[in-house]
């Protein structure tokens, strides 16, 4: 079946536009999670939900970050006034149950470059 | 603060060799631990878990060993092979000072592998 898919796959930004990036999940996944990766890292948590809900979103850096998923399942991160220390791969994940030891499928993420 | 620590950044090996790669965690209270493999380009893709109730899992020519007690867990290819070349990744799910975590994910730094024809 389909795995996790993102969109754009590229993106590059002036620095003060605001972008957006999409998530969509695998089919009937309950949790979703965005992670950011810096060149040469590790992925990072940004933020979590739980069909629409937001649980955790500890890991975003500012104020400028907001990330939604209206209806339980596709999910949009939003940066506005883009800094060049958000470019970064940022990557979606869903796993199938909100367990903690359910596995994650990760999708191939969206290259952020902020100029 | 809660982390893991992935060691070597950097693993080079001959064809046919074996490799291993070792983390080590701080949250006693994790219990699952999933490595991930990276190629370029691509988004992290699950290559084998452990739990913490069993202590080894083998699947074909990859196996994950972990000690609760040392707080550790490693990765072991063994018959490398070209494709096998790519960054790999331990993760475990650290619980965080309110003792909830909702599964996210914390990522070592990562281990460049390659593997020499």
């Known amino acids: 079946g389909a795995g996790v898919s993102q969109s754009p796959r590229y993106k590059v930004a002036k620095r003060g536009q605001d972008v957006a990036l999409r998530c969509d999940p695998i089919?009937?996944?309950?949790?979703l999670f965005w992670y950011q990766q810096a060149l040469g890292q590790g992925p990072e948590f940004l933020t979590y939900f739980q069909n629409e809900a937001q649980l955790d979103k500890s890991g975003l850096p500012s104020d400028r970050f907001f990330a939604e998923r209206p209806e339980g399942s596709v999910s949009t991160l939003k940066i506005q006034r883009t800094q060049q220390e958000d470019s970064a791969v940022y990557l979606c994940a869903s796993s199938l149950i909100a367990d903690l030891k359910e596995t994650q499928y990760f999708g191939p993420g969206t290259r952020l470059l902020v100029l | 603060g809660e982390n893991v620590e992935q060691h070597p950044s950097t693993l080079s090996v001959q064809e046919g060799d074996s490799a291993v790669i070792k983390c080590t965690y701080s949250d006693s209270a994790s219990n699952y631990f999933p490595w991930y493999k990276q190629e370029l380009g691509k988004g992290p893709q699950l290559i084998i878990d452990?739990?913490?109730?069993?202590g080894e899992k083998k699947d074909q020519r990859i196996a994950v060993t972990l000690n609760k007690t040392a707080k550790h867990f490693s990765l072991h290819i063994t018959e490398t092979q070209p494709e096998d070349s790519a960054v790999y990744f331990c993760a475990a799910i650290l619980t965080n000072a309110g003792g909830t975590s909702y599964g996210k994910l914390t990522f070592g730094q990562g281990t460049i592998l390659t593997v020499h024809p």
């Open positions: 452990i739990r913490s109730n069993v």
């Open positions: 089919s009937g996944h309950v949790s």
